[in-house]
């Protein structure tokens, strides 16, 4: 039996005039993983938010077990059954796990109060059924980023389960989570779940998917088996290109120093420290540390572009002290810098996408070019082109998809030449080709000259790219042996086992 | 020399007046929003106090000041969050409205602009006969009002820490998402604790307006400006708040005594809380700044 139909469903934001599902079909079973792809904004969160009951669809019917819903929030989508795991954290930091899979659902006693114990309880229970081992009373900022994925998943199977619903699960964990994850979905599909998986990698669909629908400008282009293709042809298919499998190879020899780090410490930030680290990164290399959440990888961050002093040691950019630049030399055309906190530090929410393509260079524009000319929108424009952002301008950035925020970032910071690049995270959010056209980019500035500092979570980024390759476990660096290191040699590294 | 349990008696009235009020205002900013019309809505306590409680009553006066201020701390969110206004501004906008408002209803209600005694409605010391032990009389010395104001203040700071609403409070101020995907809305849960911090500060209003018996413009002189601080200077934490209230309580006792003891001139020792105020806030903020 199908247990979630949704049938021609249509969606239009007014607020940033798209049409965001137009007439997209889709069906769930009983027992199947379902994989949604697409590139960003086809649709997929979208439509999978309107079967959720986050949003409700402007025209379509949703039907849950043969008959029509109409759900007016995410409570009734889990009276029916329905849960969320959402890509992005959607957990309030500083309550316990517990409090956060009770939230809304609060057992009381007396009426009134919260039942404190119950609640803890209750989470104990659900943990053990599925094989979690969060503590309930950890305060979710506590916790580490396969932690917090841990509780989100626990909060969707906590009321129902029959219907799962995962927006890129995998895109902030290690392989072993990974693999984790992927067992519970199995053993969940062979209990009768059925199981909507949202997600960009085309391996991982092929290993877990029974079917897979394309989206493409909000409509469910085609569904196809997973027999029906193979690692390219399905990536072909998200983006429409014959493009795959098309590498990066390194060009020119390294030279001077760009960035230098010198036994550098920055403790005092709980599991996210660097303990006497060494680096360097030469002109013309592409250097790239891996790490997973709290090993210290947004430390090296913080320390490598100059937001934080670090506690003791030495940052050099060409040689002279970072924090002897004035930050307004530094960030033209010295230093690149992609954050991985793309909202807070690398776009300016409020502004527009165009103000926010051409942040870095407003001194070169007068008054008057803002009041009567065109040239701050055309020069914004012409690097919007660059990364293929569309519809881009005066729109407000934070009404883009979290894809394109992370293109508008990359536009504006890999158009010019630079000395030293700090990418960190550069890829998240890309689909694709946006991540191969990113890639690419970063590598053509390594040719150019620029010495690349590549921050990753993300194994991949650093097997394509890098020159050299490092691993940051527990804020301490490793070298990785050249940049043929394999997968598991590099997965070992980042959860500390030893070879 | 000053009496300890005279300058425990006036501290813990103080504490009476500052105490919900902090814990009202701890209430929103738990929510993500702190209101910063604490100052505005004691003033709307107090004189809803008088005017009602001429009118209909003692009860009926204490009544209108919980709802009153609860109503219009609500409204004043509604509107924040309706017309998107900064709360910051619509919060400012209250604390000027309140007192020209009372003023000018003042004129129907009392006859006058200016003081306005009330006969009856300054409320007794039930427990005065039990006041002569030795320190721990000034537990017993309070008017009933200041025990109404205690009471108030336990039962916002239970509904912070022990119920689902208190709960759901916090994740407002974290990530409202979280309440999205618990499926409430979580704008409804910034108004409830909006309506809470009203009726908070209607009671502290209430109590200060009962100690004296009368409507004073501009009776509030402050403490809701100092409980605003006494939020941060407890770290926004619950029990934090109430010792920072405690300890901002003390310091207005001893100025009021140090008055009768001193040739310093009164007025100085009246500021002296508020000037000690803004130094334990520069200090405050400098120090959370360093870390």
């Known amino acids: ?377 055309a020069d914004a424009d012409a690097l919007l082109a660059s990364f293929d952002v569309k519809n881009g301008g005066r729109r407000r950035v934070d009404t883009l998809s979290g894809g394109n925020r992370q293109r508008v970032v990359a536009a504006r910071e890999l158009d010019g030449p630079a000395d030293v690049v700090v990418a960190a995270n550069p890829t998240q959010g890309l689909d694709r080709s946006s991540r191969a056209a990113l890639l690419s980019r970063l590598a053509e500035m390594r040719d150019e000259g620029s010495a690349v500092l590549l921050l990753s979570s993300d194994p991949e980024d650093a097997s394509e790219l890098a020159d050299r390759s490092f691993v940051l476990y527990r804020g301490r660096l490793k070298a990785l042996s050249g940049p043929g290191s394999d997968d598991s040699a590099i997965a070992a590294a980042l959860t500390g086992v030893e070879p | 020399m000053i009496h300890l349990s005279a300058l425990l008696l006036d501290a813990i009235a103080f504490l009476a007046v500052l105490a919900p009020a902090a814990i009202g205002g701890l209430a929103t900013e738990y929510a993500g929003s702190l209101n910063i019309a604490l100052e505005g809505l004691m003033l709307a306590g107090a004189f809803s106090y008088m005017a009602f409680g001429a009118a209909f009553g003692t009860v009926a006066g204490f009544i209108a000041a919980m709802l009153v201020p609860s109503a219009i701390a609500y409204v004043s969110d509604l509107f924040s969050r309706k017309a998107n206004a900064d709360s910051f501004v619509v919060g400012l906008g209250v604390n000027m409205l309140v007192p020209a408002a009372a003023s000018m209803l003042s004129k129907y209600v009392f006859g006058s602009k200016g003081v306005a005694a009330v006969a009856g409605l300054q409320s007794g010391r039930p427990f005065a006969g039990a006041a002569s032990i030795p320190v721990v009389g000034a537990l017993f010395g309070q008017r009933s009002s200041d025990y109404l104001a205690f009471g108030v203040a336990i039962m916002v700071a239970l509904v912070l820490a022990r119920t689902p609403l208190g709960t759901r409070a916090k994740a407002a101020g974290m990530n409202r998402d979280a309440l999205t995907m618990a499926g409430i809305d979580s704008g409804g849960v910034r108004g409830a604790v909006y309506a809470l911090s009203g009726l908070a500060c209607g009671i502290s209003g209430a109590a200060l307006a009962s100690s004296v018996g009368a409507w004073v413009p501009n009776m509030s002189a402050g403490r809701g400006w100092i409980a605003l601080v006494a939020v941060y200077l407890g770290g926004k934490r619950l029990g934090g708040t109430f010792a920072a209230s405690a300890l901002f309580a003390l310091l207005l006792s001893l100025a009021t005594r140090a008055q009768a003891i001193t040739e310093a001139p009164a007025e100085l020792l009246l500021s002296l809380p508020y000037f000690l105020t803004a130094v334990v806030v520069v200090l405050g903020s400098s120090r959370s700044k360093r870390k």
């Open chain 1, 1 to 377: 039996m199908q247990l979630a139909t949704l049938t021609s469903i249509r969606k239009y934001y007014p607020s940033t005039n798209a049409l965001a599902v137009d007439g997209a079909d889709f069906s769930l079973e009983r027992g199947e993983v379902h994989a949604l792809v697409g590139e960003n904004g086809a649709g997929k969160s979208t439509l999978a938010k309107i079967l959720c009951g986050f949003e409700s669809p402007d025209s379509g019917t949703v039907a849950i077990r043969g008959s029509p819903v109409s759900f007016s929030s995410h409570r009734d989508a889990e009276k029916a059954g329905i849960g969320f795991v959402p890509q992005y954290s959607m957990l309030a930091p500083g309550l316990s796990a517990a409090d956060n899979v009770a939230l809304g659902h609060e057992p009381r006693f007396l009426g009134v109060f919260s039942d404190r114990r119950r609640v803890a309880y209750d989470f104990s229970l659900l943990a053990d059924r599925y094989g979690f081992s969060v503590n309930p009373d950890a305060i979710v900022s506590t916790l580490s980023a396969s932690g917090r994925r841990e509780v989100e998943i626990l909060r969707a199977l906590a009321r129902g389960g029959g219907v799962l619903v995962l927006d890129e699960p995998t895109s902030i964990l290690g392989e072993r989570e990974t693999e984790a994850l992927f067992a519970l979905i199995r053993r969940l599909k062979s209990a009768g779940a059925g199981i909507v998986y949202i997600s960009h990698r085309a391996k991982e669909i092929l290993d877990l998917a029974d079917r897979i629908s394309v989206m493409r400008a909000g409509r469910v282009e085609r569904t196809i088996r997973p027999d029906d293709t193979d690692e390219c042809g399905l990536a072909d298919l998200i983006v429409r290109s014959s493009s795959c499998a098309a590498g990066t190879d390194s060009g020119s020899t390294p030279g001077k120093p760009g960035l230098t780090l010198r036994s550098v410490t920055l403790s005092r930030r709980g599991s996210d420290s660097l303990d006497g680290a060494d680096l360097v990164v030469r002109k013309g290399e592409v250097v790239a540390v891996v790490a997973l959440g709290g090993n210290g990888l947004d430390a090296l961050e913080d320390v490598a572009a100059g937001v934080v002093g670090p506690d003791s040691g030495d940052v050099l950019v060409l040689g002279k002290d970072i924090h002897s630049y004035p930050p307004r030399i530094l960030r033209s055309g010295v230093m690149a810098y992609i954050p991985t906190d793309r909202e807070g530090r690398g776009l300016c929410a409020k502004a527009s996408v165009a103000l926010n393509a051409i942040a870095g260079r407003l001194r070169g524009y007068s008054f008057a070019d803002f009041a009567l000319g065109r040239a701050p929108l």
